[in-house]
T-cell receptor, first 113, second 115 residues
């Protein structure tokens, strides 16, 4: 049973426009959420995160929004650039001595020049 | 340069053979993880280790084994008991196993194909 879901396998956006990647989760015990970016034949790299006590975190062109009541988070990229083309994974973790990470299936973003 | 290395990048195995995937990190991280990625699915946890000489099963440990004799190394053996081993395998590490705000660092992955 997947506790973190990314329902859009792919997204295509024009350069300069906004990219919005979505993620839904089912476990209300998740206390921390992360976005990772993955290029082909490479491992995922950390992009941005948000604690469950916040509803927004911004880092340059990247902003993550968290809606706890809807169990939904989103990643906004503004403006989108061709170099942003990659697969984006959202992840969530539980609290405790061992933090187990749950990953979504990824959304492949294509930013067209 | 600090980081995580996985070798080999591509690995081919005949059915019935065991194979070991290497994972090394020089980040001085306590926690290490093995994940498996299949098309259309998220990363699924195979095994994890919080500290040297300790490791625990993840969600899909059947057919796999690990060891953690050194802090830097966390090799994964895919045994012949694993029914569907063809996948992309990712190793990750983290400063410690608990706490907030520190993410996992991933290696480049090993693509295993069973012929």
């Amino acid at each position: 049973d997947q506790q973190v879901k990314q329902n859009s396998p792919s997204l295509s956006v024009q350069e300069g426009r906004i990219s919005i990647l979505n993620c839904d989760y089912t476990n209300s015990m998740f206390d921390y959420f992360l976005w990772y970016k993955k290029y082909p034949a490479e491992g995922p790299t950390f992009l941005i995160s948000i604690s469950s006590i916040k509803d927004k975190n911004e880092d340059g062109r990247f902003t993550v929004f968290l809606n706890k009541s809807a169990k939904h988070l989103s990643l906004h990229i503004v403006p989108s650039q061709p170099g942003d083309s990659a697969v984006y994974f959202c992840a969530a973790k539980t609290d405790g001595n061992f933090n187990k990470f749950y990953f979504g299936s990824g959304t492949k973003l294509n930013v067209k020049p | 340069d600090g980081g995580i290395t996985q070798s080999p990048k591509y690995l081919f195995r005949k059915e019935g053979q065991n194979v070991t995937l290497s994972c090394e990190q020089n980040l001085n991280h306590d926690a290490m993880y093995w994940y498996r990625q299949d098309p259309g699915q998220g990363l699924r946890l195979i095994y994890y280790s919080q500290i040297v000489n300790d490791f625990q099963k993840g969600d899909i440990a059947e057919g796999y084994s690990v060891s953690r004799e050194k802090k830097e190394s966390f090799p994964l053996t895919v045994t012949s008991a694993q029914k569907n081993p063809t996948a992309f395998y990712l190793c990750a590490s983290r400063i410690r196993s608990g706490g907030n705000s520190d993410e996992q660092f991933f290696g480049p992955g090993t693509r295993l194909t069973v012929l």
